[in-house]
């Protein structure tokens, strides 16, 4: 029986992730950005392998800002509570404030996002509703691209039931006046020990390090101490996370490392309160890369589906849109496969534009990924594929010709491109239909394949993933045409799979 874990135990971009554990129950919540639906909310009985049970917002607000992609903007930094009887999760949208959504059971039903807080540059909000004394607080960063303020937290008085702030605020940290101190965000408030405790981290999301405050007061004063960080590891940042305790007593911590292309993956850390009351994370302040499991009931290995069939054109929790979806883009039906329609576009030529690519996060390790591909629609121009979508993408797949022939294309676009280019010649594909693979090995570099009857056939150069500035890259699929009136037809999608390299 194994008896420890390694090191990220989510590999893959869930961003700012947070918990909460009920009873025996743990729950984790991470930032989904502009993707559709969002919150997402994971579930574990042994803090180290989860499924993604649901989500907690189904369509982003407004609806006509996120009727095309804002790729890093939208859901910034969840935390999640439980409390009187309910699951409370409170996120910063940059441009818009702090919103709060809750429901009685982690499935939901959840209620419609409710604005806490309105302003620009609100983000990595906290409540905290008080035991000992029956106050809620809120505690939230600023993001200066917004605000032209940052390295600060701001502390408010808020109502027990978690729909408006009680007070204009106050600063109760402030990260400039404490020697190289900088970039300090993300925090996370609790009551422990008589404190008002705040776990946030500072220095920079790829370089930075993470940080305890505490007071008497919620307004403070708090006094500060560095409590986990890189040292000789191999664990940039360490970002930020969250504090659980386990039925046992046991305390653990969970934060985030910055992978470029492979965007933000979990890692759990032990954690204990040392003789001078302060919490020692990892080991004596550094991350852990493997350790003894935490002393909880032993669970099956388990981790967020990737791989689905698409059962009656139904496509599992793993996949979310790249904006507020259309009705109609994905159509259900009497056998398995995924029917995308091929959305009409005048932006058909960028992929980052689109809204209709349903996506899914990159592993964080070594793997193939498939998917068989067959295009219906007899529309010229008509196409569908497999992508790895960021900053830069690239895909193949199959484009219907103005003579009714179907070929084979793969497609790129750099960083700085306004279009896509050929990133290997065009080719018929007889039957209309094909296997495509993306081998992605280290550094998150893909090599691309397609199947279509004679073996897997290498196209184009290598292309390596990138990510956007706080969205790891994507895998994703989608059907397109070119602007124009009517329906143009569909593209079905089988057997998506991703496997070990």
């Known amino acids: 029986?194994?008896?420890?874990?390694?090191?990220?135990?989510?590999?893959?971009?869930?961003?700012?992730?947070?918990?909460?554990?009920?009873?025996?129950?743990?729950?984790?919540?991470?930032?989904?950005?502009?993707?559709?639906?969002?919150l997402p909310l994971l579930h574990s009985r042994d803090l180290v392998n989860w499924r993604l049970v649901g989500h907690a917002v189904e369509r982003l607000e407004p609806a006509e800002e996120f009727a095309k992609p804002r790729h890093d903007c939208g859901v910034w930094a969840p935390s999640i509570r439980h409390h009187d009887d309910r699951f409370w999760i409170f996120w910063g949208d940059p441009d818009q404030g702090i919103f709060q959504v809750n429901a009685p059971e982690i499935r939901g039903p959840w209620t419609t996002p409710h604005l806490v807080k309105e302003g620009k540059g609100l983000i990595d909000p906290c409540?905290?509703?008080?035991?000992?004394?029956?106050?809620?607080?809120l505690v939230h960063a600023w993001a200066k691209s917004r605000s032209g303020v940052k390295n600060r937290l701001t502390g408010?008085?808020?109502r027990p039931d978690g729909t408006e702030l009680l007070d204009e605020g106050k600063v109760i940290v402030d990260g400039d006046r404490i020697p190289g101190w900088f970039t300090l965000e993300g925090p996370k408030l609790y009551r422990h020990d008589g404190w008002f405790w705040i776990l946030a981290p500072a220095g920079g999301v790829e370089t930075g390090w993470q940080g305890a405050f505490r007071s008497r007061g919620f307004f403070g004063p708090y006094e500060e101490r560095v409590v986990l960080e890189q040292k000789d590891t191999d664990v940039n940042g360490p970002h930020q996370g969250g504090w659980v305790r386990t039925p046992s007593g046991e305390d653990?911590?969970?934060?985030?490392?910055?992978?470029?292309?492979?965007?933000?993956?979990?890692?759990?850390?032990?954690?204990?309160?040392?003789?001078?009351?302060?919490?020692?994370m990892g080991d004596d302040g550094a991350p852990v890369a493997v350790h003894p499991l935490p002393g909880l009931p032993p669970q099956p290995p388990a981790a967020p589906a990737t791989d689905d069939d698409f059962p009656g054109g139904r496509f599992g929790r793993q996949w979310q849109w790249t904006a507020n979806p259309e009705d109609g883009w994905a159509t259900q039906h009497s056998g398995d496969g995924l029917r995308l329609t091929c959305v009409r576009s005048a932006d058909a030529h960028d992929l980052r534009k689109l809204p209709n690519?349903?996506?899914?996060?990159?592993?964080?390790?070594?793997?193939?990924?498939?998917?068989?591909?067959?295009l219906d629609s007899e529309e010229p121009g008509a196409r569908a594929g497999l992508a790895v979508l960021g900053d830069a993408f690239s895909w193949i797949g199959l484009q219907r010709g103005t003579d009714g022939t179907v070929h084979l294309v793969h497609r790129f676009a750099e960083a700085v491109a306004e279009h896509e280019r050929d990133a290997d010649h065009a080719r018929l594909a007889p039957e209309g239909q094909v296997r495509l693979r993306i081998e992605i090995?280290?550094?998150?570099?893909?090599?691309?394949?397609?199947?279509?009857?004679?073996?897997?056939r290498p196209s184009g150069q290598v292309f390596a993933a990138t990510p956007w500035r706080w969205v790891g890259a994507l895998l994703g699929v989608f059907g397109l045409a070119p602007a124009g009136q009517g329906h143009a037809g569909t593209a079905t999608f089988t057997h998506f799979r991703i496997s070990a390299l």
């Open 441 to 456: 090995g280290a550094g998150a570099r893909c090599r691309f394949f397609h199947d279509t009857g004679e073996g897997p």
């Open 1 to 38: 029986m194994t008896t420890t874990y390694t090191n990220p135990i989510l590999d893959a971009d869930w961003s700012d992730p947070d918990l909460v554990r009920v009873g025996d129950d743990f729950y984790l919540t991470a930032s989904s950005f502009g993707r559709v639906p969002g």
């Open 357 to 374: 690519v349903l996506t899914q996060r990159l592993p964080g390790r070594p793997c193939a990924v498939e998917v068989g591909l067959r």
């Open 252 to 280: 653990w911590f969970v934060h985030f490392q910055q992978r470029g292309a492979y965007g933000r993956v979990v890692h759990l850390q032990p954690m204990r309160w040392g003789a001078d009351g302060w919490p020692v």
């Open 156 to 158: 408010h008085r808020m």
């Open 127 to 137: 409540p905290l509703w008080d035991d000992e004394t029956g106050e809620a607080y």
